[in-house]
């Protein structure tokens, strides 16, 4: 399966890759699509056919028959499936085009703290093949510190914890780039995994992605809740002894203990990464604070856990969700003064 060429489209465009979301940002025009990185398949005569993108192909997941198959080509920030990746990236430039067609644009992409020589040219060579001009690379956490508002550029230290779908970066900044960082594969999807895992075997219930999504999102939290149960929650799911449907009520207090692992996992990389802080540094950081971008960043109380952890003062950014992708744009709009964040 080739992807066709993108076309006539002439905008710049800035793409936060993720696992659980990719974002575009036109320049000029700011985030115009956000939508969950999967795409649909469908085998036709020994090829494959896209059938859907984005949130049609993310609404199949666990529905398709054994000839279409709903998946996510990007893992860790990362590329997993070159030809599918790629398929995406047009479709999601495309989309976010409207269609229309005025020529190749120039296309700046969020890559993970660490990633490899292969993993950044399997990214940029995905880009070229969709249609792009001209593709440049920013580290995800220079990225977000961008968007956050950090003065990135400065000789001043900034700290950043992005917690995407599939993973989390920490990292500290300073004269436009990174000064020391660390990465772990745990982020949203970690969250989620563990609130399946929960149930199951706390209540012998088979609940899917999306539940624990739910669940996540509406009464998850990082800390217990001052009351005995805080809110609570009715779920739907198979009996794993009986086979059939079933509900339950579960507790806001019991999905704390459920991710509780993964929690203890951020905290912990967030203190390895203070204990590597050249002294000037540290005490930039504890003027200013740490900055939480990201999906993850909203899960309830998560910064007082932080801030409860480092003695430091936590604060989440505006709109976290964007500010990878906003970051990245900016980059690509002003890069003769953020040069140096770009590759």
Same mark, same amino acid.
């Given at each position: 399966?080739?992807?066709? =060429?993108?076309?006539?489209?002439?905008?710049?465009?800035? =793409?936060?890759?993720?696992?659980?979301?990719?974002?575009?940002?036109?320049?000029?025009?700011?985030?115009?699509?956000?939508?969950?990185?999967?795409?649909?398949?469908?085998?036709?005569?020994?090829?494959?056919?896209?059938?859907?993108?984005?949130?049609?192909?993310?609404?199949?997941?666990?529905?398709?028959?054994?000839?279409?198959?709903?998946?996510?080509?990007?893992?860790? &920030?990362? #590329?997993?499936?070159?030809?599918?990746?790629?398929?995406?990236?047009?479709?999601?430039?495309?989309?976010?085009?409207?269609?229309?067609?005025?020529?190749?644009?120039?296309? !700046?992409?969020?890559?993970?703290?660490?990633?490899?020589?292969?993993?950044?040219?399997?990214?940029?060579?995905?880009?070229?093949?969709?249609?792009?001009? *001209?593709?440049?690379?920013?580290?995800?956490?220079?990225?977000?510190?961008? &968007?956050?508002?950090?003065?990135?550029?400065?000789?001043?230290?900034?700290?950043?914890?992005?917690?995407?779908?599939?993973?989390?970066?920490?990292?500290?900044?300073?004269?436009? &780039?990174?000064?020391?960082?660390?990465?772990? %594969?745990?982020?949203?999807?970690?969250? %989620?995994?563990?609130?399946?895992?929960?149930?199951?075997?706390?209540?012998?219930?088979?609940?899917? %992605?999306?539940?624990?999504?739910?669940?996540?999102?509406?009464?998850?939290?990082?800390?217990?809740?001052?009351?005995?149960?805080?809110?609570?929650?009715?779920?739907?799911?198979?009996?794993?002894?009986?086979?059939?449907?079933?509900?339950?009520?579960?507790?806001?207090?019991?999905?704390?203990?459920?991710?509780?692992?993964?929690?203890?996992? #951020?905290?912990?990389?967030?203190?390895?990464?203070?204990?590597?802080?050249?002294?000037?540094?540290? $005490?930039?950081?504890?003027?200013?604070?740490?900055?939480?971008?990201?999906?993850?960043?909203?899960?309830?109380?998560? %910064?007082?856990?932080? $801030? *409860?952890?480092? &003695?430091?003062?936590?604060?989440?950014?505006?709109?976290?969700?964007?500010?990878?992708?906003?970051?990245?744009? !900016?980059?690509?709009?002003?890069?003769?003064?953020?040069?140096?964040?770009?590759?």
């Amino acid at each position: 399966m080739l992807p066709k =060429i993108l076309g006539m489209l002439s905008d710049d465009v800035a =793409i936060d890759l993720g696992t659980a979301n990719t974002l575009v940002y036109i320049k000029g025009r700011g985030v115009v699509l956000n939508e969950p990185s999967v795409i649909a398949v469908m085998q036709d005569r020994g090829k494959e056919r896209v059938l859907a993108v984005g949130e049609e192909a993310n609404r199949m997941i666990g529905r398709t028959p054994d000839a279409i198959r709903a998946t996510r080509p990007i893992r860790g &920030g990362v #590329i997993a499936d070159f030809e599918i990746a790629q398929e995406m990236i047009r479709l999601f430039v495309r989309k976010a085009h409207k269609g229309r067609r005025t020529g190749s644009p120039r296309i !700046i992409i969020s890559v993970p703290f660490g990633a490899t020589a292969v993993d950044r040219r399997a990214i940029r060579e995905a880009a070229e093949t969709a249609g792009a001009r *001209q593709v440049f690379l920013i580290e995800e956490p220079i990225a977000a510190a961008i &968007g956050a508002n950090l003065p990135v550029t400065e000789p001043t230290g900034s700290m950043v914890i992005d917690i995407g779908g599939g993973r989390t970066e920490v990292a500290m900044l300073s004269l436009g &780039g990174i000064v020391s960082a660390r990465s772990i %594969d745990i982020g949203g999807f970690s969250l %989620d995994e563990a609130i399946t895992g929960y149930v199951r075997h706390a209540h012998n219930l088979l609940i899917g %992605d999306a539940t624990a999504e739910r669940i996540k999102k509406e009464i998850g939290c990082a800390m217990p809740p001052p009351d005995s149960s805080g809110k609570t929650l009715e779920v739907r799911g198979r009996d794993l002894r009986s086979g059939i449907p079933k509900s339950l009520i579960i507790s806001e207090s019991q999905i704390t203990e459920a991710i509780a692992e993964p929690i203890g996992a #951020i905290i912990d990389c967030v203190r390895r990464t203070l204990e590597n802080a050249e002294p000037e540094l540290a $005490a930039d950081i504890v003027d200013r604070g740490i900055v939480m971008t990201g999906g993850g960043s909203l899960l309830h109380n998560l %910064d007082a856990v932080v $801030a *409860q952890a480092t &003695g430091l003062t936590v604060f989440v950014a505006e709109d976290p969700l964007t500010c990878c992708v906003r970051g990245a744009g !900016i980059a690509l709009e002003e890069l003769k003064t953020l040069q140096s964040a770009v590759e």
